[in-house]
T-cell receptor
Framework: GAVVSQHPSRVICKSGTSVKIECRSL??????MFWYRQFPKQSLMLMAT?????????EQGVEKDKFLINHASLTLSTLTVTSAHPEDSSFYIC????????????FGSGTRLTVV | GENVEQHPSTLSVQEGDSAVIKCTYS??????FPWYKQELGKGPQLIID?????GEKKDQRIAVTLNKTAKHFSLHITETQPEDSAVYFC????????????FGSGTQLTVLP
């Protein structure tokens, strides 16, 4: 089945630094990938839709200058949390939909970001 | 946009009993309804899905039913085991457009040994 690889699984960084999270589709091409944020005991909140070769589409309330998304190839999307602050600490998850969603959506294993 | 409501938020059952989680959706155009299991610290894993042209689907101990008229769908787990303990999310989407999934709020299932 479709596999989405996400790295790193955990990262701790200092306030003010930037962190990059990678999301790769291993056995399919993904023109669209999705980035979610999840707080403890809550559901997944869509942050942005990553489009290969074009700008990402951000959900209302998500700062595009803080959460930089790059989707430079059909198998890789990256999320960079810039100038991280403790309130950015969260669980970030990416997903991709092979075949425009006709074959379901596959999620990465998530990245636990802790900003100290 | 789509709105998905999920109940209950928590569910405890004895090992061997059945568990049922229910979801309703608002957008009649939605045609794809997956269920995900999320263990602590991990990403969601698809356990079963159903499309709008089918009313029921079963995979061993797991089944999903869909009522398009009423716009609700349910997850049924039979003969529950402790390893079924996790958070379960329902979701809805429209296939063919790579639109994002809209998730329910999640159900923490605990199977008591």
């Amino acid at each position: 089945g479709a596999v989405v690889s996400q790295h790193p699984s955990r990262v701790i960084c200092k306030s003010g630094t930037s962190v990059k999270i990678e999301c790769r589709s291993l056995d399919f091409q993904a023109t669209t990938m999705f980035w979610y944020r999840q707080f403890p005991k809550q559901s997944l909140m869509l942050m942005a839709t990553s489009n290969e070769g074009s700008k990402a589409t951000y959900e209302q309330g998500v700062e595009k200058d803080k959460f930089l998304i790059n989707h430079a190839s059909l198998t890789l999307s990256t999320l960079t949390v810039t100038s991280a602050h403790p309130e950015d600490s969260s669980f970030y998850i990416c997903s991709a939909a092979p075949g425009q969603g006709n074959n379901g959506y596959t999620f990465g294993s998530g990245t636990r970001l802790t900003v100290v | 946009g789509e709105n998905v409501e999920q109940h209950p938020s928590t569910l405890s059952v004895q090992e061997g009993d059945s568990a049922v989680i229910k979801c309703t959706y608002s957008d009649s155009a939605s045609n794809y309804f997956p269920w995900y299991k999320q263990e602590l610290g991990k990403g969601p894993q698809l356990i079963i899905d159903i499309r709008s042209n089918v009313g029921e689907k079963k995979d061993q101990r797991i089944a999903v039913t869909l009522n398009k008229t009423a716009k609700h769908f349910s997850l049924h787990i039979t003969e529950t085991q402790p390893e079924d303990s996790a958070v379960y999310f329902c979701a809805a989407s429209i296939t063919g457009s790579a639109r994002q999934l809209t998730f329910g709020s999640g159900t923490q299932l605990t199977v008591l040994p």
